[in-house]
C-alpha cells in the first residue's frame, strides 16, 4: 500500500483508510465484536495505516472496538475520532463547547485504548461556539499532547480558514465522490492553498457506485440511507446509468466498479485519502486493491466526458441534516 501525506501537516497514511462508522452504526446492525476486531485487523495485515472513528458512532462503541482492534500495533497506525455532538448522539445536535471538547478527548483516549489521538476532528460545524474557541481548544490539547492534528468535518469555506488561523487544519473530511463533485467548486480549491488534505467519506456513494445497490434493493430499518432522497426507489433507477458507465470503465480495465471509483479520487490530487468502509472481508480486499489501479489521462477524460453527460438525482441528505454542513 502506498501512503499519502495529508496536506502541509506531515502526517502520513495509507493511500487508503478505513472508515469504521458502519461497524457499529448507520447501516443496520452493528457487527458482532470479534468480527468487526477481526476485519479492522486483515485492514492493517493489507496495509491499511489510517482508521476513522467518532464518538458519535454508537457513542463511543465504535471507538471501543476500534481501540481493542488496534491496541496490539498502535504505534504503527495513524487514529482519527471526532468531536462535536450533545453527549455524543447526532440527534441531539451540535456540542462543541471548550469544556465539552476536553471531555470528549479524555473518554476517546480511554475507549480507544491510547495516550493520543492522531486526528482529532470537528464532527460538524457549531454555530453557536466561535470556531476560534473550537480551534483554540484543540491546540491546547495538542499543547498537552493528548492531540497530535487538528481537523474538520462537512465545514464551510469561512468556518476552515477561521479555524486554520488559530490552529493549523491537518485535514478536511467531507463527502466526495463520483456522484458528489460539490467539494470541486470552493473546498478543493482553499484546501490545495492552505495546504489542508482532503480525506473524503462515503466515496463509493453509500455503496450505489460499487453497482450492488438498485432500485429494488430493500435496506435494514435502521438504515440511514432509508433517510436519505438520493436513494429513493425513483431515485436510484434514476442514477442507474452512472453505475452502468462506471461498470464499463471497469469492465476495461480488468478493475470493479468500486476499485475505479476510488481510483479517480486518488488521481485527484496527491493529498486527497479516501475512507471506504464496509463491514465485509471480500468487500475490504477489493476496495484495498484500488491503491494499485492506476487511471490515465485517457481514462479520466472518458469518465469525465461521461459523466458530464448525466445529472444524478435527489438530494444527498434530508433538509435538516442537510442544514448542519458547509457552515
Not at 121 to 143: C, F, S, W
Amino acid at each position: 500500500m502506498k501512503k499519502r501525506i495529508l496536506g502541509k501537516s506531515g502526517l502520513e497514511v495509507s493511500a487508503l483508510g478505513l472508515g469504521c462508522m458502519g461497524l457499529s452504526h448507520g447501516y443496520g446492525p452493528a457487527t458482532e465484536k470479534q468480527a468487526a476486531i477481526q476485519l479492522i485487523r486483515a485492514a492493517f495485515d493489507q496495509g491499511v495505516t489510517f482508521f476513522d472513528t467518532a464518538e458519535a458512532y454508537a457513542q463511543g462503541a465504535n471507538e471501543a472496538v476500534l481501540g481493542e482492534a488496534l491496541e496490539p500495533f498502535r504505534n504503527q497506525v495513524v487514529i482519527a475520532t471526532k468531536f462535536g455532538f450533545q453527549d455524543g448522539d447526532p440527534s441531539k445536535g451540535q456540542d462543541s463547547r471548550p469544556e465539552r471538547i476536553r471531555e470528549v478527548a479524555d473518554a476517546a483516549l480511554k475507549r480507544l485504548r491510547t495516550d493520543r489521538i492522531d486526528l482529532f476532528y470537528q464532527h460538524r460545524v457549531d454555530a453557536n461556539v466561535p470556531m476560534e474557541d473550537v480551534a483554540g481548544t484543540v491546540k491546547e490539547l495538542i499543547a498537552a499532547g493528548k492531540v497530535k492534528h487538528f481537523g474538520m468535518s462537512e465545514a464551510g469555506v469561512q468556518s476552515i480558514q477561521r479555524a486554520h488561523a488559530v490552529q493549523p487544519v491537518a485535514a478536511l473530511q467531507s463527502e466526495y465522490s463520483l456522484w458528489w463533485r460539490e467539494p470541486e467548486k470552493e473546498i478543493l480549491p482553499l484546501l490545495e492553498q492552505l495546504g489542508i488534505g482532503f480525506v473524503p467519506f462515503s466515496p463509493l456513494g453509500k455503496g450505489f457506485l460499487t453497482g450492488a445497490i438498485d432500485a429494488h434493493t430493500s435496506f435494514d430499518k435502521t438504515d440511514f440511507r432509508n433517510i436519505v432522497p438520493r436513494f429513493s426507489e425513483e431515485n436510484r433507477k434514476a442514477n442507474q446509468g452512472l453505475v452502468d458507465v462506471i461498470g464499463q470503465i471497469a469492465a476495461g480495465k480488468k478493475a470493479t466498479s468500486a476499485q475505479i471509483a476510488l481510483a479517480w479520487l486518488l488521481a485527484q490530487k496527491p493529498w486527497i485519502v479516501p475512507i471506504p468502509g464496509t463491514t465485509k472481508l471480500h468487500r475490504l480486499e477489493e476496495n484495498v486493491g484500488a491503491a494499485a489501479v492506476e487511471l490515465t489521462a485517457e481514462d479520466l477524460a472518458q469518465i469525465e466526458t461521461a459523466l458530464s453527460q448525466i445529472t444524478v438525482q435527489g438530494d444527498r441528505y434530508p433538509a435538516h441534516l442537510q442544514a448542519r454542513v458547509g457552515r
